[in-house]
């Protein structure tokens, strides 16, 4: 079972995506945050394989979360997401420690099988970046 913990400011993108990936095999959402100010406490105790992030968020964004989770809980694999996409943004992701980006209006199951990549050790990078 890979386990889950979803990260975005917005209530109705979050539950879609817990939504989605409940419903998916061999996936478990065993958190929510509302901002990446939230995940390493989260991830303390929730001890996910992968952290599905938002990438804009008001408080703390995706970027600096990422590198905060990793920085003490390193065996998480984060998956970033967001509505729009530039190569600044894939650059600081991958930097980050990131080991994928999908796009929120993107095929959700391009999204499951991003998931099980990098909950595998694999990446989930868009294809010509």
Do not use: N
Not at 81 to 100: I, K, W
């Amino acid at each position: 079972m890979i386990r889950v913990l979803v990260v975005d400011d917005h209530p109705f993108v979050r539950a879609g995506l817990t939504e989605m990936l409940d419903a998916a095999e061999g996936i478990e959402v065993v958190g929510e945050c509302t901002d990446g100010a939230e995940v390493t406490g989260m991830a303390a105790s929730v001890r996910p394989d992968v952290v599905l992030m938002d990438e804009q968020m008001p408080v703390k964004c995706g970027t600096v979360a990422t590198r905060d989770l990793l920085a003490v809980r390193p065996q998480s694999r984060v998956l970033m997401v967001t509505g729009s996409m530039s190569g600044r943004v894939l650059r600081e992701a991958a930097q980050a420690g990131a080991f994928g980006f999908v796009l929120k209006g993107g095929d959700p199951r391009l999204l499951i099988e991003a998931v099980r990549a990098v909950a595998s050790g694999a990446t989930a990078w868009p294809a010509g970046t």
